[in-house]
């Protein structure tokens, strides 16, 4: 089983100390689903680690022979996994504008039925809550569906070290375990089961992907 993992910042530092909030936080999702799941393939994708700078041109937009090797190789990821973690701050009290930028680079039909975790986190008092909401309609357009609970991590940075451990000022871990838990655990039961359907029917044999332009999505026009 295939998960990857989104970090939805673009910051090389977060304050109030100097190590990135969210990769703590994502580490320790990367941590959970690999020490869980004896089956689980994990792997973090960080926006740093790839150049979407100048004007935006998804990859579905490109020529099949002119797509730039890092958005392919990408692609290709989505494409393959089973399940999403989406780990994003809150930003006016709505998701990360890079991890919305990093998602968009893609059409739907990568993502689509595959389930999804929305997790959120700050520096504060109220770890990004506000934000999921506005995920659970972004995810849902993508395809993958998030699963009913989620994770918001308040003030972060007394929460995790940079590796993603707990850091020494935690004292009742099984506690944050079983938290993670509650809605990793619902990705992995979903993931398991949409890939045995998936295996057993194809849906795009029941709901065709768009391929052509919006218009595909219209209702039919009576003067047609």
């Not at 990367?30 to 041109?57: M, R």
């Not at 700050?122 to 994770?151: D, H, K, Y």
């Not at 375990?177 to 949409?194: D, K, M």
Request: net charge negative.
């Amino acid at each position: 089983m295939k998960y990857l993992v989104f970090l939805g910042t673009v910051r090389d530092s977060t304050p109030p100390k100097p190590a990135r909030l969210g990769e703590r936080v994502a580490r320790a999702c990367v941590q959970y689903l690999e020490q869980t799941f004896d089956n689980a393939e994990v792997e973090l994708i960080d926006p740093l680690d790839f150049s979407l700078d100048g004007v935006f041109k998804p990859h579905f937009a490109y020529h099949e022979n002119k797509v730039p090797e890092q958005l392919n190789a990408l692609a290709k990821k989505i494409e393959a996994a089973d399940a999403y973690v989406m780990v994003s701050p809150e930003y006016n009290h709505s998701m990360s504008p890079a991890l919305a930028n990093l998602l968009n680079h893609f059409g739907a039909s990568l993502y689509s039925y595959k389930p999804s975790a929305i997790v959120t986190y700050s520096a504060g008092q109220w770890g990004g809550a506000r934000a999921a909401v506005n995920m659970r309609t972004f995810l849902a357009e993508l395809g993958c569906l998030p699963v009913s609970a989620m994770i918001h991590v308040p003030k972060a940075q007394t929460v995790f070290e940079d590796n993603g451990k707990f850091t020494q000022a935690v004292e009742d871990t099984d506690r944050w375990v079983g938290y993670f838990g509650r809605t990793l655990n619902q990705l992995f039961w979903w993931a398991e089961a949409a890939k045995k359907q998936r295996d057993e029917l194809d849906p795009r044999t029941l709901a065709a992907d768009f391929k052509r332009d919006p218009s595909q999505r219209n209702a039919p026009d009576g003067n047609e």
